[in-house]
């Protein structure tokens, strides 16, 4: 089965410092990575994602992840974060199984950036 | 285009009443997943249906809870019998029909209250 985790349950930064939101998965298949970002009383939306090729993706709001094989990470930064980055994070895992395709959500990264 | 839509955003029932929970598909989007987000826990999946199927229910509670998506109209989860433990808020989202590694996208959510 997949698993995601989210070592951080919460993650305070200064304003303009960097920050790196860990993600570690399990899978013994071929999966797809996701970074969804949820703002307060809003739903999910999607920050960046990996499929193949080069290991370092990059997605909006200024955001990057990379992909590690070997060390089944996913870890997302961001150089120099802002106030309006305060949101929680989710890294999400995608396999097919099934006949279909099947998303694990890991427990989600509070980022809270301090003025 | 419009994005996925749900309705109502917050819903308020007394224990025992029933929930009916609503969610518009992006356009041109077949499939549909539930998913519930209970407060400080990350998102946990539900049910995936597709147009008059459920492919995976593995996630509904075996009691109270079921899941449609008509041939028209919108996918409705329904909550029978509400209990205090099923305060949370649940996200529909919606994927295109073909194609590993597609997104999903996320409606806004709606809070359920059960008082």
């Known amino acids: 089965a997949q698993s995601v985790t989210q070592l951080d349950s919460q993650v305070p930064v200064f304003e303009e410092a960097p920050v790196e939101l860990r993600c570690n998965y399990s899978?013994?298949?071929?999966?797809?990575l996701f970074w969804y970002v949820q703002y307060p009383n809003q739903g999910l939306q999607l920050l960046l994602k990996?499929?193949?090729?080069?290991?370092l993706v990059k997605g909006i709001n200024g955001f990057e992840a990379e992909f590690n094989k070997s060390q089944t990470s996913f870890h997302l930064r961001k150089p120099s974060v802002h106030i309006s980055d305060t949101a929680e994070y989710f890294c999400a895992v995608t396999y097919l199984g099934g006949g279909y395709q099947k998303v694990t959500f890991g427990t989600g990264t509070k980022l809270q950036v301090i003025p | 285009n419009a994005g996925v839509m749900q309705n109502p955003r917050h819903l308020v029932r007394r224990r025992g009443q029933e929930a009916r929970l609503r969610c518009s598909p992006m356009k041109g989007h077949s499939h549909v997943y539930w998913y519930r987000q209970l407060p400080e826990e990350g998102l946990k999946f539900m049910v995936y249906l597709q147009k008059e199927n459920i492919i995976d229910e593995s996630g509904m509670p075996k009691e109270r809870f079921s899941a449609e998506f008509p041939k028209e109209g919108p996918s409705i989860l329904r909550i029978q019998q509400v209990v205090r433990g099923d305060s949370a808020a649940y996200f529909c989202?919606?994927?295109?029909?073909?194609?590993?590694?597609?997104?999903?996208?996320f409606g806004p959510g709606t809070r359920l209250t059960v008082l």
């Open positions: 989202a919606s994927s295109p029909p073909l194609g590993l590694g597609n997104e999903q996208f």
């Open positions: 990996y499929l193949s090729g080069s290991t």
């Open positions: 899978s013994s298949v071929s999966v797809y």
